[in-house]
């Protein structure tokens, strides 16, 4: 998907997502990202934003491709494209 496959306006209709306060403390688990505007209600209002901020590496994986409904046309063009990758492994 490139940005020439948009057109100014276009919307795309996907499932409503709710990230709470569960979600937020567990992607802090995970990724050790423990900054204070991002739970700390007291600080956040003294910033710039005026309230808690979301992790953008949050809310930017709950919307990337793949993850939205948006993506279910596109899905096939995009898993061709990495068929001949190879994978990441990992250790648990």
């Known amino acids: 998907m490139f940005l020439d496959d948009f057109a100014p306006g276009q919307s795309f209709d996907g499932v409503a997502r709710v990230l709470d306060e569960a979600s937020f403390?567990?992607?802090?688990?995970?990724?050790?990202?423990?900054?204070?505007?991002?739970?700390?209600?007291?600080?956040?209002?003294?910033?710039?934003?005026?309230?808690?901020?979301?992790?953008?590496?949050?809310?930017?994986?709950?919307?990337?491709?793949?993850?939205t409904a948006m993506s279910r046309g596109w899905s096939n063009r995009w898993s061709r494209s990495w068929a001949n990758a190879s994978p990441l492994w990992h250790r648990c």
Do not use: C, M, N, W
């Open 25 to 67: 403390t567990k992607f802090a688990e995970l990724t050790g990202d423990a900054h204070p505007i991002h739970y700390d209600a007291d600080y956040a209002a003294k910033s710039k934003f005026g309230a808690r901020v979301a992790h953008g590496l949050l809310v930017s994986s709950v919307s990337a491709l793949g993850a």
